[in-house]
């Protein structure tokens, strides 16, 4: 669900309007949105970010329940993401790789 969640929330009219100024000055077609949408749906490949949400949306119940093994075993893993500062993660003592992502 929380890939989802943020994908058919209602826009904020503060965001609307920002959504719909930036669209006007930029002197865009005001249904250029919905048509990139519109455009950007299988079969087009998955990576193309409004596809994969589509799909997302899409999702039958059955088909959830077919990644059923999948979560329960990666649940099983209980894989950990931990995001802060390198020494107070390593005093931690719970075990976890450190990664530097910022170089």
Not at 8 to 17: F, G
Not at 64 to 79: C, Q
Not at 88 to 101: P, Q, R
């Amino acid at each position: 669900m929380s890939c989802v969640s943020g994908m058919d929330a209602p826009v904020k009219p503060y965001a609307l309007t920002k959504r719909r100024n930036t669209t006007y000055l930029a002197g865009l077609d005001p249904h250029a949105r919905e048509e990139r949408r519109a455009r950007c749906s299988p079969p087009r490949p998955v990576s193309c970010a409004r596809g994969a949400s589509r799909q997302m949306l899409a999702a039958t119940p059955g088909e959830l329940r077919s990644l059923g093994a999948d979560v329960t075993r990666i649940a099983a893993e209980s894989p950990t993401c931990v995001f802060g500062g390198r020494d107070v993660i390593a005093k931690s003592n719970a075990g976890f790789n450190v990664v530097d992502l910022m170089g």
